[in-house]
């Protein structure tokens, strides 16, 4: 970023950091005009390590269920009014997440208390191939070979899952979510006025979600351990219900308290709703802090009553998992719909132009996050049992052979229909993208002044690659739409999955043996390529996961499409990966009011990519008074075209638009061959110039000349700094900031122009030359 091979630390650790070259360290102490700079000083913010650090990172893959739940919430619509409606929304997200940490639970508790611990180790045939299940078969008649004690044994399988998510969470909420931004610390001060209130990234309480979070968490993990003590409960209780007595009295009990407990989890989301307008110091109350402690207990008993020995009882068949899962799948329907009709009211009241799905961009990407952990847990199930029973498709089988849930292959056998379904969207996008690019050709060549009555000769292949560059950063455009047919076909076939479950009681391949030969031939397909399918999706997260724990190229790969997921907070689910902004917002305001209020000097933040997105944020939260010293520079921003799309309630026109007037002096650069970034589209009455100066030329030329002898390269998203422009308008945006030194005098700059095309991320800080030493600086990525 600092575009030198000298550069030092200034501050910061080795997650997030400032630095700045050796020469410009101390520049702003230099009181000799002969050592002072001539120009402006550079800064550079690195937060890479916030998204791609250590090793470890890799395992945020298995996390992505939860992040893209989590976005969901922040997609709600723009609306007027209507606060009860927006309080059921967040309440609606919360509890779809709350669905997704129990079925991951109950997918563990399949593999180790159903395959593995019932059906496998209780079979003589199964455990017979697989030695490290010796201790548990009955035919050694082993301590551990009672059913009860097996089951109570393979409890630590899901126990432990659930206890490492805790962990992460409160690691990384220790991290991020306690980082104070600067500010009035004093507990329900707003600092805004309710008849006028702030976009809601200027609150106070935004960008801290230290109460929230820590309640979210108590709620998930408690919901996890019941989840697990239900599974053990309802598999012994059920065999203690056939023979009365004291056992089936205290199974019934330990259900009850299962229950109840589980009643006090969803109590506890649904009133987790975030204080942004006030900065929530207070500490978790005595339900949320209690509750995990309670479930863990309750989870011991049920261990110790499962763990008794019962005469006679012998495992076979499989347990009860079906019924649970269907409940699960029709729940996440009913709360996806729900979340649909909320939404459609909540956007009928502003009927934003540009938003993602006339507002349903949220409950389509809930649908998503459903579907990702349906392939997650099911691959994980299907790959067990295709493994247990030496490579039959699961469910078809001998008798012995382990089994998973039914519904879950129902589930995998509708892949390949989506699969198909979604061909006609892709092949018609393509074809589109491809007429776009020919009607593009003619506008190229006119942009560059070539062909008839020019100097300089059309080239064709030059014309077709810049032509199809334009056509494909179009693409992105579509996206909603593609979100939507695959969101909405996932959402019709797994309810038909659901129903053809409960109805036939059977796999697929099974319940179509008497529909005739073709029915039966489709269906066994649909069965095993759909297994395969979730089978192959499991693999290539662990694969994935893999490379990127060794290999640092593909962890910052992760890390750059990881950075829209994890730049919101945790506001829905409190297992996903953690948000960065919440380290990195308070990071760049401390470090921008420190350094205006000791130098009284003047500053440029410029920003690219991602890094526009943090910028914006943080100049909402700065006080007015910094404000009018800080001048912003952004260019490859998806402000408009992606956060503003999918993020209106707080990315909106309105809200872009209160922030040109509150930052008077803000450029963006964009190009028509960048996928990413685009114009902001602020506009100011008056005499304050428009934001947006594009699209840039890119290429910078079109052919070869004296100037250029080599073809220049088609940038798209990236190097935008090498575009004339850049230093113009930045060069524009310090001549612009009013004088704020004894005796500076504001220098004519260059005028505002028009051209340009280009994207890339960043943000960073500039002090003219008469200031002799402020710092210019950068935010972004490892580079920008």
């Keep these: 970023m600092l575009d030198s091979a000298r550069t030092v630390r200034v501050s910061g650790d080795d997650t997030a950091a400032l630095h700045r070259r050796v020469d410009d360290t101390d520049a702003e102490r230099r009181t000799d005009p002969a050592a002072a700079r001539t120009g402006p000083a550079q800064e550079a913010y690195c937060w890479s390590g916030l998204t791609s650090g250590g090793g470890t990172r890799a395992l945020w893959l298995l996390l992505l269920p939860f992040m893209v739940v989590n976005l969901a919430h922040w997609m709600r619509p723009d609306t007027h009014g209507l606060p009860r409606l927006r309080r059921l929304y967040g309440a609606l997200v919360r509890l779809l997440a709350l669905t997704l940490t129990v079925l991951f639970t109950a997918a563990a508790c399949e593999v180790a208390l159903d395959l593995t611990a019932w059906q496998c180790a209780g079979s003589a045939v199964c455990s017979a191939h697989r030695s490290w299940l010796a201790f548990l078969s009955p035919v050694h008649h082993g301590w551990w070979s009672l059913p009860g004690r097996r089951l109570a044994l393979a409890a630590t399988v899901p126990t432990g ?17 306690t980082q104070r931004p600067p500010g009035d610390d004093q507990e329900g001060v707003p600092d805004t006025d309710p008849a006028s209130p702030r976009p809601a990234l200027a609150r106070p309480g935004f960008w801290y979600g230290r109460r929230i979070v820590a309640r979210l968490r108590g709620a998930h993990t408690a919901a996890g351990f019941l989840t697990v003590a239900g599974a053990l409960a309802q598999a012994v209780g059920h065999h203690d219900a056939a023979s009365g007595g004291t056992p089936a009295l205290i199974g019934r009990l330990l259900l009850a308290a299962v229950g109840v407990c589980a009643l006090a989890a969803v109590w506890v989301v649904c009133r987790s709703g975030r204080s942004e307008s006030v900065r929530d110091m207070r500490l978790n109350g005595a339900l949320s802090t209690a509750l995990p402690w309670t479930s863990l207990a309750l989870l011991a008993v049920t261990v110790l009553y499962a763990g008794w020995a019962r005469a006679g009882w012998r495992s076979s068949g499989s347990l009860s998992g079906d019924g649970a899962f269907r409940v699960l799948a029709l729940a996440q329907a009913l709360l996806v719909v729900a979340l649909a009709c909320c939404a459609l009211v909540l956007h009928r009241t502003t009927r934003r132009s540009g938003t993602a799905l006339g507002g349903l961009g949220g409950p389509a990407v809930g649908m998503l996050a459903c579907g990702v952990a349906g392939v997650m847990t099911g691959g994980v199930a299907q790959r067990v049992a295709d493994w247990l029973d030496g490579g039959a498709t699961p469910g078809m089988g001998t008798a012995a052979a382990p089994a998973p849930p039914g519904l879950l292959s129902w589930q995998a056998s509708v892949i390949p229909v989506l699969v198909v379904l979604l061909l006609v969207p892709v ?110 999706g499991f693999l290539a997260f662990v694969t994935l996961g893999r490379l990127a724990y060794s ?6 790969t992760i890390g750059i499409l990881w950075d829209v997921g994890t730049f919101w907070p945790r506001a829905a689910h409190p297992f996903a990966p953690p948000c960065y902004a919440e380290r990195a917002v308070p990071d760049l305001t401390w470090r921008i009011r420190t350094w205006t209020r000791a130098t009284g000097g003047r500053l440029v933040l410029s920003a690219h990519s991602q890094g526009t997105v943090l910028a914006a944020a943080t100049l ?150 008469a200031e002799r030493g402020g710092p210019q600086g950068r935010t972004g990525r490892s580079s920008a």
């Design 427 to 536: 092949a018609a996008l393509a074809v589109r993208t491809a007429r776009a690019a020919r009607a593009e050709r003619p506008r190229v060549e006119a942009d560059y002044g070539v062909g008839r009555g020019s100097g300089e000769r059309a080239d064709a292949l030059r014309t077709r690659q810049i032509a199809d560059r334009r056509a494909l950063a179009r693409v992105t455009d579509t996206a909603p739409r593609l979100v939507g047919v695959l969101a909405g076909a996932a959402l019709l076939l797994g309810a038909a999955a659901v129903v053809l479950s409960w109805i036939s009681g059977e796999v697929p391949g099974r319940a179509a043996e008497d529909a005739g030969p073709f029915v039966q031939a489709v269906a066994d397909t649909a069965q095993g390529l759909g297994s395969w399918f979730v089978g192959f």
């Design 551 to 556: 290999r640092p190229a593909i962890r910052q």
């Design 161 to 177: 899952l659930v206890a490492l998510l805790w962990f992460l969470s409160h690691r990384t909420w220790a991290m991020y979510e």
């Design 620 to 769: 909402w939260q700065l006080d007015p008074a910094t404000r009018r010293r800080t001048a912003l520079l952004t260019y490859g921003a998806p402000l408009k075209r992606l956060y503003g799309r999918w993020f209106p309630a707080y990315f909106g026109e309105p809200q872009l638009s209160e922030l040109h007037r509150e930052t008077r002096c803000w450029r963006n650069l964009w190009r028509d061959t960048d996928a990413i970034g685009g114009p902001v589209g602020a506009r100011e009455g008056g005499a304050l110039p428009g934001v947006d100066r594009g699209p840039l030329r890119d290429p910078l030329a079109y052919g070869r000349s004296t100037q250029r002898p080599l073809p220049e390269a088609i940038n798209g998203h990236g190097d935008y700094q090498a575009d004339p422009a850049f230093a113009e308008e930045r060069a524009a945006l310090l001549q612009a900031l009013l004088p704020v030194l004894p005796g500076q005098q504001r220098r004519p700059g260059p005028p505002d122009g028009d051209a340009g095309r280009g994207t890339d991320a960043g943000h960073g800080t500039e002090v003219p030359p």
